[in-house]
């Protein structure tokens, strides 16, 4: 699967948008992007999920660029509940792959 | 949908006993189970890859003998971790592929502290 480069952590003040890039240049054309966030002490949850368009659902919405080299997880309202730790990762969608998770974005919002 | 349900969420054992920690999906059958360990301010870590069924895949550096995994229906994967000793305490956190989708779901963890 190809490797991710996420910012090691970022602020975002309560209720702007909170803007996540991910870089993952070496992505193959069947992997996909997939997004997950990890509240402390808690599992990971989905987000959102995308191969090439652009994403949205009740949580977020995902921007890929043209060449898939990066994306941008976007959270349009951030409340302080969406502090977490933010993983982005690529994977092909078919058959039984493992998610690998790297270091992630720790998300602060800030009242 | 897609719930899977961890239990316990927290455990403390004396050390050389061993514990079981069950991952069920709710509301879906999961053909594929996943383990995870993640130790304080670290991200997660695949342990292995359970399929209902078969025996379970494990990572690079992982024990099978030490943590035995068993994927007996599709709702039920149980990671038992055998003589446990203070450097077991972790994190660890299952997760579950829905059939037709391509999303992993997890568990809310349980927290293990070998004393």
């Known amino acids: 699967d190809a490797k991710t480069t996420q910012p090691t952590s970022m602020d975002c003040a309560e209720g702007r948008a909170a803007n996540l890039p991910c870089n993952h240049s070496?992505?193959?054309?069947?992997?996909?992007v997939y997004w997950y966030r990890q509240i402390h002490s808690q599992g990971p949850q989905y987000i959102i999920h995308g191969l090439k368009n652009n994403e949205t659902n009740e949580m977020a919405s995902l921007i890929i660029t043209e060449d898939r080299k990066s994306s941008t997880l976007i959270l349009p309202h951030a409340t302080l509940r969406d502090t977490a730790v933010y993983y982005c990762i690529v994977r092909v969608a078919e058959g039984a792959q493992k998610l690998v998770f790297g270091q992630g974005t720790r998300l602060t919002i800030n009242p | 949908g897609a719930v899977v349900s961890q239990h316990p969420s927290w455990v403390i054992c004396k050390s050389g006993t061993s514990v079981k920690i069950e991952c069920r999906s709710l509301d879906f059958q999961a053909t594929t189970m996943f383990w995870y360990r993640q130790f304080p301010k670290q991200s997660l870590m695949l342990m292995a890859t359970?399929?209902?069924?078969?025996?379970?895949?494990?990572e690079q550096g992982v024990e099978k003998d030490k943590f035995l995994i068993n994927h007996a229906s599709l709702t039920l994967s149980t990671l038992t971790v055998t003589s446990a000793h203070p450097e077991d305490s972790s994190f660890y956190i299952c997760?579950?592929?829905?059939?037709?989708?391509?999303?992993?779901?997890f568990g809310q963890g349980t927290r293990l502290t070998v004393v």
């Open positions: 997760s579950a592929r829905v059939r037709g989708r391509t999303e992993a779901f």
């Open positions: 070496t992505i193959s054309g069947n992997e996909y």
């Open positions: 359970s399929n209902e069924g078969s025996k379970a895949t494990y």
